[in-house]
């Protein structure tokens, strides 16, 4: 059964809960500061797209499938680019896949 988690934002410098997110269980947070989102890679098979309305609001903005498992990956932001390692599969082999920030 998917465990599901919380993405919780903070205001910087203060204990202040200023938002909470659902998303899947993760380890990898990626935050593009030039397009003020948050990108979460869930084990679930998902990566998730959060847009930071403003200074208080956050909204999920996508949700990618991905292959299940996955959970570990690399933003760069200066490329643009999300990288995702993606387990084998019984009918796929493992690999690293690519997703370009738009």
């Known amino acids: 059964m998917p465990h599901s988690g ?11 809960s200023i938002a909470s997110l659902e998303t899947g269980t993760s380890d990898d947070i990626f935050y593009d500061a030039s397009k003020l989102r948050i ?42 680019q999300l990288f995702v390692s993606a387990r084998a599969q019984p009918n796929r082999a493992a690999e690293i896949l690519v997703y370009e920030t738009k």
């Open 6 to 16: 919380a993405l919780a934002c903070f205001r910087y410098g203060k204990r202040e």
């Open 39 to 80: 990108y979460v890679i869930s084990r679930e098979g998902f990566i998730e797209v959060f847009q930071q309305q403003d200074a208080d609001r956050y909204s999920r903005l996508a949700r990618y499938p991905i292959a299940p498992a996955s959970g570990t990956g690399f933003f760069v932001p200066d490329w643009g």
